[in-house]
């Protein structure tokens, strides 16, 4: 098959080393599925994740990125049981595996989900990471609950434009933070109130709150706990949140490629409550000028490849 292959260690300068080359095909084991690839998405950092080896501690060689993607099921592994060849599906594939940037990938039946059927599969590739990422912050670490009050930083990107369409259905009032282009593009999400982290005394603007969902990391995350009320919490995708409070909670995760979540999500969509957001497509053979602007633009939203 077809694929993008990453030929150096992890880092920046790994976007330079991408080939679009000839690959050997994936084989389906146990539990899996094999899906033709007719879109995928990737994170601009992603590259420099420490994902070199699999699960066992052994070097994996040239890695495929893109950790999500859409496609149609046209294999099964051996005892793998809730799809068929045939079915249109779309999903987030575990990091130590080789991603979506290809022709064919394999990946777990459980990690996969019903391709929402408002949306085609360019929009769907989009999905999976921001939609999980957002889901397992608000809800499985941040508890968000109707009612309460939640600060979304970065609320204009596709991670946090997902978030903020999320708690805005739990029935949260959201605040919608980022540099202050991003303002309309927050409140068109369905944020309630817009903070310019630009501003002096930004963390005073939105007042004492229940939960802080972090997508920015740094100064931004530094001043984060500042906000939040006793018994609330900050949990964030950058990195350890750091806060001599004893009185809130604090929570770094990696979010989880569940299928299950995923169901729930292409409920979402079909519902019309979550709208993905695709920024720019590009043919899977144009990958690296793909990272690469994705990496030195302002692009918002998701960038997408196509088989």
Do not use: C
């Amino acid at each position: 098959m077809r694929a993008v292959r990453s030929h150096t260690p992890e880092g920046f300068e790994g976007i330079e080393s991408l080939v679009y080359e000839e690959a050997p095909d994936p084989q389906p084991a146990i539990g899996d599925a094999l899906v033709q690839v007719r879109a995928a998405s990737f994170t601009p950092t992603e590259l420099t994740w420490p994902l070199r080896t699999d699960r066992a501690g052994h070097e994996r060689g040239p890695i495929i990125p893109a950790h999500e993607g859409s496609g149609v099921v046209v294999a099964l592994g051996y005892g793998t049981a809730g799809l068929s060849p045939g079915d249109e599906v779309y999903g987030l594939i575990d990091g130590y595996r080789d991603g979506w940037a290809a022709e064919y990938v394999a990946i777990e039946a459980r990690s996969l989900a019903p391709k929402p059927a408002t949306v085609d599969f360019v929009e769907a590739a989009a999905i999976p990471q921001a939609g999980l990422t957002s889901w397992q912050a608000l809800f499985d670490h941040g508890h968000l609950e109707s009612g309460q009050t939640v600060v979304i930083h970065g609320a204009g990107s596709g991670v946090g434009a997902v978030g903020v369409q999320l708690a805005r259905w739990a029935g949260a009032h959201v605040v919608g933070t980022g540099r202050a282009s991003a303002r309309q593009r927050a409140l068109d999400f369905g944020a309630d109130e817009f903070v310019d982290l630009e501003q002096d005394g930004w963390e005073k603007a939105a007042g004492q709150v229940d939960l802080v969902y972090d997508a920015i990391g740094g100064d931004v995350l530094a001043r984060s706990p500042a906000m939040v009320k006793p018994g609330g919490a900050v949990v964030s995708v950058m990195a350890p949140p750091q806060t001599d409070r004893d009185d809130i909670r604090t929570v770094h995760f990696v979010r989880d490629a569940n299928g299950a979540q995923l169901r729930e999500i292409t409920r979402l969509v079909d519902e019309g409550i979550v709208r993905p957001q695709v920024g720019a497509v590009y043919p899977l053979a144009e990958a690296r000028e793909a990272f690469m602007a994705k990496s030195a633009q302002h692009i918002p939203g998701k960038v997408v490849l196509t088989t």
